[in-house]
């Protein structure tokens, strides 16, 4: 079965977990300094994003399915982050210093147009 037939609560069966989909606040997001620029591949940012959340004494809520359901696209997966355990060994301590504090990008480019907006992204 692939993963767009299961619902998230059947994938994230611990409610103290997010992953899928996700909807911040502002304030929220920069009280748990987003995520962390230390992971790379495929595991362990959403352990980490968890944990940064309950931390901060936010709780993670799910709409039923009735209201909010999801297809995952297909896309190719990346390699599997063989340092995720260790990085998530010591995630509450790099709380404050990774994340959005440590984030380091060049702003985009926003052209306004009469029918659109153009944002180019350098990534």
């Known amino acids: 079965m692939t993963m767009d037939k299961l619902s998230l ?5 611990d409610d103290n977990l997010i992953g899928g989909v996700s909807a911040w606040r502002k304030r929220e997001f920069e009280m748990v300094n987003g995520w ?8 362990g940012e959403d352990d980490d994003m968890s944990s940064r959340i309950i931390a901060n004494g936010l ?8 209201i909010a359901r999801y297809t995952m696209l297909k896309h190719r997966r990346t390699p599997i982050n063989t340092a995720r355990f ?16 440590s984030l380091v990008y060049i702003p985009p480019k926003v052209e306004v147009f009469q029918l659109f907006t153009k944002i180019s992204v350098i990534v």
Not at 9 to 13: G, H, M, R, V
Not at 59 to 66: D, K, N
Not at 92 to 101: A, E, T, V, W
Request: hydrophobic share 30%; net charge positive; aromatic share 14%.
């Open 59 to 66: 709780s993670i809520y799910r709409y039923r399915e009735s």
């Open 9 to 13: 609560k059947q994938i994230l069966s």
């Open 86 to 101: 260790n990085l998530l060994k010591d995630s509450q301590s790099r709380f404050p210093i990774d994340g959005l504090s």
């Open 36 to 43: 962390s620029n230390a992971f790379v591949n495929w595991g």
